[in-house]
Every structure is written in C-alpha cells, then in structure tokens.
C-alpha cells in the first residue's frame, strides 16, 4: 500500500479512462495523428474540472488487437499521448496497451513519465478473444528492472474480462489473487465478464481480504452501486459509466462525471 499511496494522494482514488482514437496501422485509423493527441488531451481536461483524481489511456479503437505484439509505431504513439495526457492533467496518469503489451506499455510509461500500467495475462494462462495469453510477470517485471522502471506501478487483471478461464478453473479467485501478490503485483484488479459488466461485490471482498495489496475494481462501477464496494476496494477504474449513455465509444458526459464524483466524495 505505501507505493499505491505515494502515486495516489486521495483515499480510494477514481481512474478515469481515455480510449484513445484508433492508431497507425490498425484497420479504423483515420490518418491524422494530431488529431488523436490532441482529443486525449482534451478529454483530459475535462476528466481534470470534473474533479477525477486519475487518469489513464488505452487503445480500445484498435480491434482487433493484436496479442502482446503491437509494432513501434503504436508504442511510440501511446508515449506522446500520455505525456500530454499528463502534462495537462498533472493527475497520476497509467495506460493500458491492447492486448497483452505489456512490455510496450512499460516502455511507453517510462519514456513518457507516467505512474502506472495495467497489465494483461501476470498469473496463469487464459483464452481471450485474442488467442491464448500466457503469463508474463517474470519477465515483465523483470524488464522493469533492467530498463529502470521500478516506480512505475503495474495493476494486474486477475480472471480478466473478456476471457475463459476454464483451462484454470480448478484454481479459485482467492489463489489467483494469491498467486499474483506473491509474484511482486503492484494492484489487483477484479472485473466482470467485460466491459462495462459490473463485478460481482463478492469477489472484490475475497481478493481484499486474502490479499495486503491495493484491489481495484476495473469495470462497472455507476454512481448506483459504489457503495456496494467503497468498503472493500481501494480504488476504481471507470470508463463506459463516464461516458454519454454510458459506452465506451461515446465522448465524456462531463455532468455525469461530476455528479459521480459529489458521491463518491461523499462516501470515502
């Protein structure tokens, strides 16, 4: 918890998500680089006057994703537009890079100075849409360490969303989790089934009580059903909710961020 709280200064902070336009290269990229920049950058201030006390990036548009193997020109992309992200926002800023890089979502993070990523795949395969994801965090973190990245956080999704995990199924939730803290995790992030579906409260309370890492909840999250986890979370990623009618692919609802954040400031 000491690294959580030195990057987050509030108590139970919220994330707040970018997806950021589709990129070079991938199949709806519209061919104008600074307009991409420039859109994540304008998300960020209005994520920065609505009060959210965090903000990462991720490159959602870019479906489909490719497995842990993103070319440089999505990397490099990513670096630009979370330094102005933060640059803007001066928020604790993160980015996620679909699906699996992590590696380049390091690489990313520390050239552009940013404080956290959220990583695919730490602890035990899976089957996502993508293919099979193997496990990674020997050599992630130990990338981290040879590039010099030791302050950069990495959040791991534990049973992700959007995944099988049948090939798993004889180890619990309580295991994984389990699994990942002693594997050097920064942050566990439980989900539901995918983006936008809630996670089931119960889980949130058994990952938190086996576990002396942070737990983040990583979808679902609505101004309706944040009390149901404000005890046993210690922060909240936020995406869909924040945005008009509630999708992902939609612009920010400014009004529906500010109203989340009067209630959550009223709960923590």
Same mark, same amino acid.
């Given at each position: 918890?000491?690294k ?11 994330i ?7 990129l070079? %290269? ?5 061919g ?11 998300e ?16 959602m ?16 992309l ?6 102005e ?12 890079i679909?699906a %699996?890089?992590?590696?380049?979502a ?9 404080d ?11 089957v996502?849409?993508e293919?099979?994801?193997e496990?990674?965090a020997?050599?992630l973190l ?7 990245a030791?302050?950069?956080?990495? #959040?791991?999704?534990i049973?992700?969303?959007?995944s ?9 939730l309580k ?5 990942a ?27 938190k009580?086996n ?13 309706k ?9 210690? %922060? #909240?990623?936020? %995406?869909?909710?924040f945005?008009?009618?509630?999708k ?9 961020v500010e109203?989340f954040?009067?209630?959550?400031s009223?709960?923590?």
């Amino acid at each position: 918890m000491e690294k959580f709280k030195k990057v987050f200064k509030q108590n139970k902070p919220v994330i707040g998500m970018i997806h950021v336009q589709a990129l070079p %290269g991938t199949p709806k990229y519209a061919g104008d680089v600074k307009a991409i920049i420039n859109s994540a950058a304008e998300e960020a201030k209005i994520y920065k006057s609505a009060g959210v006390d965090s903000i990462a990036i991720e490159n959602m548009h870019d479906v489909p994703y490719l497995k842990g193997n993103v070319g440089p020109e999505v990397t490099a992309l990513m670096s630009i537009i979370a330094y102005e992200v933060k640059n803007v926002s001066q928020l604790p800023c993160g980015m996620q890079i679909l699906a %699996g890089a992590n590696k380049q979502a390091l690489a990313a993070a520390l050239a552009s100075g940013i404080d956290f990523i959220r990583a695919e795949g730490f602890v035990f395969a899976h089957v996502a849409d993508e293919g099979i994801i193997e496990s990674n965090a020997g050599e992630l973190l130990r990338y981290r360490r040879q590039i010099g990245a030791e302050n950069i956080l990495v #959040f791991t999704d534990i049973k992700k969303k959007h995944s099988s995990h049948s090939i798993t199924a004889d180890v619990d939730l309580k295991e994984t989790a389990k699994a990942a803290e002693f594997f050097i995790s920064d942050g566990l992030i439980v989900t539901g089934s995918a983006t936008g579906e809630e996670a089931n409260p119960d889980d949130v309370k058994i990952v938190k009580d086996n576990t002396s890492i942070p737990v983040l909840v990583g979808s679902g999250i609505n101004e309706k059903n944040i009390e149901s986890y404000i005890n046993s979370a210690d %922060g #909240f990623i936020i %995406g869909s909710y924040f945005k008009v009618d509630g999708k992902w692919k939609n612009e920010i609802d400014k009004a529906r961020v500010e109203k989340f954040m009067n209630k959550i400031s009223s709960l923590r």
